[in-house]
């Protein structure tokens, strides 16, 4: 692969990359790259996003860390801050990058616990926080899906950003992969990298997937709103889950929102954008009557787009096609989960702790 394909491929699919000059010159000698997921429960299909841009990464010759964030999970309260289940959910989500087709042969998975058992690590956390102000660390807490004020109720909140920014120096990756909610600590790194005797990580961001339910007020800016309104597992009626039923996908498509013609912050659309036409050679069949203009071919993006733009393209259409199109996409990954059984007792444990979530909510 030459250094223009390399390049292409990591572009591919994502909303930025700080500095495309700088990873030009590491693709030239070759680097260590990394992501970090918090095991916070049950896979959502906003997650395909991340996991395919890691494939690109070590296609393109990097040699890539996935870091299980199990401690920033516990701190984040995720799982009730139960450390077993939030280990169990770790090794789910090695199942779910498996089931996609991630080649985790090629994957140095590293566990938090790593980290945190090492004296030397919490020394580089105390240098990252002497060398940021409060106000900074406060917000960068966005990083965990928190709003700043939330630090304010739970001090150890505070710490999240600063382990972040010191997973980065400690494991000395070149790359710094993550959502676009992630940028703020990946700049911090970048910032505080040379006067901590660090080189500055690359920093790229692929998009966020918005839940279900859309966007329909934009009080605070597009950064703070897309987090807001993100796809996320604690709101599951706006949140298709890799292990849903075909029969769930297809109720959840239904109810989404999805207005005529509307494109920007439109999750139906944004599944096709950043889910379906993601993949090469895809091509969305819409089945409609033949008074409704006859079953249609929807071989790109673009001409998607197009179509929905000028009305020729009903909503509910729309979502019918794009239920089916996920429902056969998501297939060997329901398919995986069923049959390995470790894959399946984890499974059924998180949807057990969610169930009974929902019923103390209730």
Known sequence: MSLEEKLNLIRRN???IITESELRELLKKGGY???????????????IIWARKLQDLIDAGVDMIVLAATWHAWINDKLGGDIKLIREASQFVKHFLKALGVKIKDVNFIDAEELVSDSNYWA???KVAKKLTLARVKRATTIMGRKSSEAELDFSKLIYPCMQVADIFYLKVD???GGTDQRRAHVLAREIAKPLGFKKPIAIHTPLLIGLGGVKRMEAGEEEMLIEYKMSKSKPETCIFVHDTPNDIRRKIRMAYCPPRQIKYNPIIEINKLILFSKEDFVLHVEREEKYGGP????????????????????LDLKNATAEALI??????RKYLNENEEA???LKSLIDVVFKRKLKLR
Request: hydrophobic share 45%.
């Open 14 to 16: 994502t909303v930025e």
């Open 33 to 47: 790259g990394y992501i970090g997921f918090e095991p916070s429960g049950l896979v959502h299909i906003g997650w």
């Open 124 to 126: 580089l956390v105390l």
């Open 175 to 177: 790359i710094a992969l």
């Open 296 to 315: 249609l071919d929807i071989e790109s993006f673009s001409q998607l787009v197009e179509l929905y733009k000028a009305g020729k393209l009903h909503p």
């Open 328 to 333: 056969k996409e998501l297939e060997p990954i």
């Open 344 to 346: 399946k007792r984890i």
